[in-house]
Every structure is written in C-alpha cells, then in structure tokens.
C-alpha cells in the first residue's frame, strides 16, 4: 500500500501565495509521475500541474502562476501558488502513480487540502 498525505492549504487574499507539499510513502520502489489536481464545488476534478522525469505540464489556467516541483526526498512534491485568484479555490489532491517492488502499478490519492482565496 502507498500512503499519500498532503498538507499546506489555508485561506488567503487574491492576490497572495500559498505552498502545498505532498509525501508518498509506502510500498514504493518506483514512482513515474506526481501530480495536483483540484475540485471546486459542483466542477469535476481538473489536473493543474504534474511533474515526471520528462518534465512537467499545468493547465493553461495556473500557467505563469503556479510551479510544481519534487523534493531532495523524491517522494515529495510541491506546488508553490503565486498570484492566487477567488477561481482557484478548491481541494486539492495529490495523486501518484508508482511502481511497487511487486512490479505492479499503483495509482494513489491524498485526501485533499482546502484552499480558498478570498477577494
């Protein structure tokens, strides 16, 4: 099993800045890709950011503002939020897709952080 626990949502002003931190741990002997993604009330989850050894890609709407990242603990990934807007707010979950040293595939989520920007 892999264990996925996020951590650094909060309210603040459009405008401000916040960083969300996520940790995989568990039975992870590989991992291919991390990834935030985020569900406001009555949308669908959207991916805003994911990060693999090919680089990363963002939705166009956080492009410029937001940037995800990976830790010196490769298990670790960040998203650091600048310029947040009022549209930003939502949970937002970690996902990671790995590989276990039974060679199969996982896909894991966290269980989401709140964030809201107030105008």
């Known amino acids: 099993q892999v264990q996925v626990v996020e951590s650094g949502g909060g309210l603040v002003q459009a405008g401000g800045s916040l960083r969300l931190s996520c940790a995989a741990s568990?039975?992870?002997?590989?991992?291919?890709?991390m990834g935030w993604y985020r569900q406001a009330p009555g949308k669908q989850r959207e991916l805003v950011a994911a990060i693999t050894s090919g680089g990363t890609n963002y939705v166009d709407s956080v492009k410029g503002r937001f940037a995800i990242s990976r830790g010196i603990t490769k298990n670790t990934v960040y998203l650091q939020m600048n310029s947040l807007k009022p549209e930003d707010t939502a949970v937002y979950y970690c996902?990671?897709?790995?590989?276990?040293?039974?060679?199969?595939?996982?896909?894991?989520w966290g269980q989401g952080t709140q964030v809201t920007v107030s105008s």
């Open positions: 996902n990671v897709d790995s590989v276990d040293y039974e060679d199969r595939v996982n896909s894991d």
């Open positions: 568990g039975s992870i002997y590989r991992i291919n890709a």
